[in-house]
């Protein structure tokens, strides 16, 4: 409670100043008549009502509520005890009252008198230090409660050992007197000592304390010349210190009961406005829902708390959520049960917090995803609750596969761009390879005519390297157009530059040079390789189209760099070692204007049918994908550079898998096996009939599916295994395996197709086909997969 303005504490003090001054210089027997014959009744009266009040003190001191103030309640409490037992025996053995333990006496009331009065001074004074001992309070009590008997037994039967305090008819003994001005004085001292704290701390309590010593002491005063009990300043003493008893009790009424029942009250009413806001929050939230569910030792849920905003989200009214959990639980989709149970399993065994998504049906039909959170606690004897927020994401996760496919869409059709951009010097790659072919061909045959094995043999190395840069060449373009998911891994960026310059380095006019600055060889990170070369090609097509009709210089840079937290911070990257890409022209720049612009979708500087605007919108995403970041610099007429950062892994290039001994060149010769091959392009067909011939196989061929599904229902076991065309009229190669599985379980096949995806990787290992195998790779490759597939445990010898 708020400390009250000291006037009112002052006038007060002044008051009673005033009377006992006036009290004290009044004569003794100023109202001897008015008091004859009722001194006894009038004593014992006043001296019970200070008893009650010690008693009250002693009561509150024990049921105080505030456990910071314990030292002043432990003070009280064990102190007002003994003031209580001396009080007690004060009014008991006063002069005329009958005997007790001993017959009473002025002397004996006089003694009590002074021990209750020093016991109160000593207890006060241990609540102005702070030194009352933290003792359990029945420990207290019981210490009071032997003082008190002590002193009692003292003052009955070894009063003659205490000095003399009054002599019948010349009144109270100097040393009486002057042990009340001992007590005056230190009650006045505990009176300042007690206000000044109470300044200092802003107490009510010690205000009033200070005012109890005070009256004390002054109602001191009254008690040192009396000359028979019943003069006047000795009933007016008893008054004062009747009020000294009464403000020491509104003291600790007011610290012990009354101040803590407020706080209390305002605690609870703090409550209760946090609970209506918490409920007013919940009822308002758009698409969430606060809740509280206990899940049972047998298992059995049940909701203690669902805010008003589940009729919105969910459909369901709070009123049955709380009557049936099933009003929720039953709402789960059925085919998220499992997995929900599974996660919710999880959770409740290790404590940790329950994240998933659900589809929910609400009641109008509809289907609506939810994103649950919440945390467990254990509540004892088994419970778990659980405090959660469910929301309704179905707009948001619409919208991020919304996005997801546009972004798939802008990036394929930035593919193709590409891909046209480049489509000149693929060509011009294409029939320089298809020239040198056709040439070596020609003249192997006039060799053969001739004669002359060595040039014939001359020509068909000649035929056979550039076939390989034939085939080599598709894969790029079929790598770069695929449509694969991403596939990250550690490997050197090097060879990924390279292959992506020699792509485009045929494409470059004659006026453009592509120079490549290496300062780290070694360099890598954790990329798609297919993504990262069109990251390459779309930077160096930019930079082409920068230089112009004029041409100039493309400088493409791979190094390692450390970035501090000044260099890092503004590209929204982590402090540490980073790979740097940089692309570099020295053609027309940008200004600021246009620099702000260039990663958004669509944006352009080119003219109408010269660029789609996504290329560097399309680079962007691929380098934050891949956790990296772009910075660019450029000036009108000065050039732009492009700056990729990738941070480099910890452990750097991933070791290349442990390979066992090398199979033995003839591990896939065959020992007469029955092979069927199903393939429609008869140069291949022919090719491969003498390739398996060749390495031991008896091969039957069929162009059309329908006859090799015929042979096969002809005779089932007349084959070892199935090699198939995928791409072929009518029935494709998995339909086709799909029809001889049915007529024959567990026959051995091997796909064959022009353009291997990972989708028809996938759909064909659904079928149980092991081996998908790409056409440019069956002259290297086949011989041996027969060997795998028809003899894996011979194979498996060779290389242990």
Same mark, same amino acid.
């Given at each position: 409670m708020s400390f009250p303005h000291p006037f009112r504490y002052g006038l007060l003090s002044l008051l009673a100043v005033l009377g006992m001054v006036a009290i004290v210089s009044v004569p003794p027997d100023t109202a001897s008549g008015l008091l004859a014959g009722r001194m006894l009744e009038l004593h014992l009266l006043l001296e019970l009502f200070a008893i009650v009040i010690a008693a009250l003190v002693v009561t509150v001191s024990w049921h105080t509520f505030d456990r910071q103030q314990d030292h002043s309640a432990n003070a009280l409490l064990a102190g007002f005890v003994v003031v209580i037992g001396c009080d007690l025996m004060h009014a008991l053995t006063y002069e005329g009252m009958p005997p007790l333990l001993t017959e009473s006496s002025t002397p004996q009331a006089i003694f009590f008198w002074l021990m209750g009065r020093s016991f109160e001074v000593v207890t006060l004074g241990a609540v102005a230090a702070g030194l009352a001992p933290r003792w359990p309070r029945a420990t207290l009590l019981g210490i009071g409660l032997v003082v008190?008997?002590?002193?009692?037994?003292?003052? &009955?039967?070894?009063?003659?050992?205490?000095?003399?305090t009054f002599v019948p008819g010349e009144g109270v003994t100097p040393f009486k007197a002057g042990y009340e001005y001992v007590l005056v004085g230190l009650n006045g001292l505990l009176a300042l000592v007690l206000w000044r704290r109470a300044k200092s701390e802003q107490?009510?309590?010690?205000?009033?304390?200070?005012?109890?010593?005070?009256?004390?002491?002054?109602?001191?005063?009254?008690?040192?010349?009396?000359?028979? !009990? &019943?003069?006047?300043?000795?009933?007016?003493?008893?008054?004062?210190?009747?009020?000294?008893?009464?403000? +020491?009790?509104?003291? $600790?009424?007011?610290?012990?009961?009354?101040? !803590?029942?407020?706080?209390?009250?305002?605690?609870?009413?703090?409550?209760?406005? &946090?609970? =209506? %806001?918490?409920?007013?929050?919940?009822?308002? +939230?758009?698409?969430?829902?606060?809740?509280?569910?206990?899940?049972?030792?047998? *298992?059995? %849920?049940?909701? $203690?708390?669902?805010?008003?905003s589940v009729e919105r989200v969910c459909g369901v009214t709070v009123a049955d959520v709380l009557r049936d959990p099933v009003t929720m639980y039953g709402s789960i989709h059925p085919d998220d049960m499992a997995s929900l149970a =599974? @996660?919710?399993?999880?959770?409740?065994?290790?404590?940790?917090?329950?994240?998933? #998504?659900?589809?929910?049906?609400?009641?109008?039909?509809?289907?609506?995803?939810?994103?649950?959170?919440?945390?467990?606690?254990?509540? /004892?004897? /088994?419970?778990?609750?659980?405090?959660?927020?469910? @929301?309704?994401?179905?707009?948001? @996760? #619409?919208?991020?596969?919304?996005? %997801?496919?546009?972004?798939?869409?802008?990036?394929?059709?930035?593919?193709?761009?590409?891909?046209? @951009?480049?489509?000149?010097?693929? =060509?011009?790659?294409?029939?320089?390879? +298809?020239?040198a072919i056709l040439g070596n061909a020609h003249m192997a045959q006039e060799d053969l005519k001739g004669g002359n094995p060595a040039d014939v043999a001359l020509s068909l190395e000649q035929i056979i390297k550039a076939s390989d840069r034939a085939r080599n060449l598709v894969d790029r373009i079929l790598s770069f157009s695929r449509r694969d998911a991403a596939r990250r891994q550690v490997q050197p960026l090097l060879p990924v530059l390279r292959e992506s310059l020699s792509l485009l380095r045929s494409t470059l006019p004659a006026g453009v040079q592509l120079i490549e600055c290496i300062d780290d060889p070694e360099a890598s990170a954790e990329i798609d390789r297919t993504q990262f070369e069109q990251v390459l090609l779309?930077?160096?097509?930019?930079?082409?189209?920068?230089?112009?009709?004029?041409? *100039?210089?493309?400088?493409?840079?791979?190094?390692?760099?450390?970035? /501090?937290?000044?260099?890092?911070m503004p590209l929204g990257l982590l402090p540490g070692r980073h790979v740097r890409l940089s692309v570099q022209d020295n053609g027309s720049g940008m200004d600021d204007q246009v620099r702000q612009r260039i990663f958004e979708p669509f944006f352009t500087t080119k003219p109408v049918g010269k660029g789609t605007g996504l290329g560097l919108s399309v680079v962007h995403g691929i380098v934050r994908s891949h956790d990296?970041?772009?910075?660019?610099?450029?000036? !009108?007429?000065? *050039?732009?550079?492009?700056?990729?950062?990738?941070?480099?892994? !910890? *452990? /750097?290039?991933?070791?290349?898998?442990?390979?066992?001994?090398?199979?033995?060149?003839?591990?896939? %010769?065959g020992q007469g096996e029955r092979v069927l091959l199903i393939e429609d392009d008869l140069l291949m067909s022919a090719m491969l009939e003498k390739l398996l011939a060749r390495h031991g196989y008896r091969v039957l061929h069929h162009s059309e599916p329908?006859? =090799?599904?015929?042979?096969?229902?002809?005779?089932?076991?007349?084959?070892?295994?199935?090699? $198939?065309?995928?791409?072929?009229?009518?029935? &494709?190669?998995?339909?086709?395996?799909?029809?001889?599985r049915r007529m024959r379980p567990g026959l051995p096949t091997i796909l064959v197709s022009g353009y291997v995806s990972d989708e028809l990787r996938a759909r064909a290992a659904a079928q149980g086909v092991r081996h998908v195998l790409e056409k440019t790779r069956v002259l290297d490759e086949l011989v041996k997969l027969l060997g795998d597939t028809l003899r894996p445990s011979v194979v498996q010898v060779a290389e242990a």
């Open positions: 008190a008997v002590a002193t009692i037994a003292y003052g &009955s039967f070894a009063l003659d050992r205490f000095p003399v107490s009510r309590q010690y205000a009033l304390l200070a005012l109890s010593c005070l009256f004390m002491g002054l109602g001191g005063f009254a008690f040192t010349a009396y000359v028979a !009990p &019943s003069d006047f300043q000795n009933v007016v003493g008893h008054l004062y210190k009747v009020a000294a008893y009464a403000l +020491l009790y509104r003291a $600790t009424f007011i610290t012990s009961i009354h101040a !803590p029942f407020e706080a209390l009250r305002l605690s609870e009413a703090r409550v209760r406005e &946090s609970q =209506a %806001r918490m409920h007013l929050l919940g009822a308002n +939230l758009p698409n969430s829902v606060l809740y509280q569910v206990v899940l049972e030792p047998d *298992g059995h %849920r049940r909701f $203690t708390e669902v805010s008003d =599974a @996660t919710e399993q999880r959770c409740a065994e290790t404590l940790q917090v329950f994240d998933c #998504e659900t589809r929910f049906c609400r009641p109008d039909g509809s289907v609506r995803r939810m994103h649950l959170v919440s945390a467990p606690r254990a509540l /004892g004897e /088994g419970r778990i609750v659980w405090d959660g927020l469910l @929301t309704d994401v179905t707009d948001r @996760t #619409e919208a991020q596969e919304a996005r %997801r496919r546009l972004e798939q869409q802008l990036s394929e059709a930035q593919k193709m761009e590409s891909i046209g @951009t480049l489509a000149s010097g693929i =060509a011009h790659d294409f029939n320089n390879v +298809l020239a779309n930077l160096c097509t930019n930079a082409w189209h920068a230089l112009g009709d004029q041409g *100039g210089r493309i400088e493409v840079g791979l190094d390692t760099v450390v970035l /501090g937290a000044a260099a890092a990296g970041a772009i910075g660019v610099h450029s000036h !009108p007429g000065q *050039g732009t550079r492009f700056d990729i950062f990738i941070p480099t892994p !910890p *452990g /750097g290039v991933a070791p290349a898998p442990a390979r066992g001994a090398v199979a033995q060149p003839d591990a896939g %010769r329908e006859q =090799a599904m015929a042979a096969v229902r002809a005779d089932p076991q007349a084959f070892d295994i199935v090699v $198939t065309d995928y791409n072929m009229p009518q029935h &494709s190669g998995l339909d086709v395996i799909t029809a001889i």
